[in-house]
């Protein structure tokens, strides 16, 4: 039986096997360190029964960013003036599972635990890039809950088909507790185009 634990430092010199899929986004090492070092409460990893890692996610805590008018975020009035505005809310950085325990709920059993953690801490939504062309992990995000809030063009530099040419990100997004009115999603996400410098 697998159970989802929190990420250690030595955890990373053990999943290799874990990012062998062309869709996935691999890092270095230096990069999950800091993450874990800044949002340790946001790391996870699935273990296997025989010790071994067969998934793991990381996710960060986007802090709230100065309004001009420097007063709380509030969507109903600041999302048709500040449509590139990030309030406070959670990012899904990297979510893999072993090809060879797919399709054995890890990916909802680990998304589940990181969104608890960042309602836990009163973010608005909980969000996450997917390539344009991934069809298989957008319908399993939607089956959790997610919509498409915008289109990100050329997001990825390398194209997921093997040409090179940069590729499309959907960003994704569902709404935690703090967002009663479903205020931060969007029913036509898919139309709304945005540059990647205007994620940020």
Not at 31 to 36: A, G, P, Q
Not at 47 to 68: A, F, N, V
Request: glycine content about 8%.
């Amino acid at each position: 039986m697998a159970s989802v634990r929190p990420m250690t430092a030595s955890d990373l010199f053990n999943f290799n096997t874990c990012n062998l899929d062309h869709l996935t986004e691999t890092y270095n090492v230096t990069f999950y360190l800091d993450y874990l070092a800044k949002w340790p409460h946001l790391c996870r990893v699935i273990e296997g029964h025989d010790g071994r890692i067969e998934g793991y996610s990381k996710t960060e805590s986007s802090p709230y960013s100065p309004l001009p008018s420097n007063t709380p975020y509030e969507p109903s009035k600041h999302l048709s003036t500040h449509p590139h505005y990030l309030p406070f809310h959670g990012h899904i950085t990297a979510l893999t599972i072993s090809p060879s325990a797919r399709r054995l709920g890890y990916a909802t059993l680990l998304t589940a635990s990181l969104e608890a953690q960042c309602d836990a801490h009163n973010a608005w939504f909980v969000d996450l890039f997917v390539r344009a062309e991934n069809g298989v992990a957008q319908e399993l995000y939607r089956k959790m809950g997610y919509s498409v809030f915008r289109r990100v063009v050329g997001y990825y530099s390398g194209g997921g088909d093997g040409k090179g040419e940069g590729t499309d990100a959907f960003d994704m997004r569902k709404p935690l507790s703090r967002d009663v009115k479903g205020e931060c999603v969007r029913s036509d996400g898919e139309r709304w185009e945005v540059e990647p410098e205007d994620v940020w």
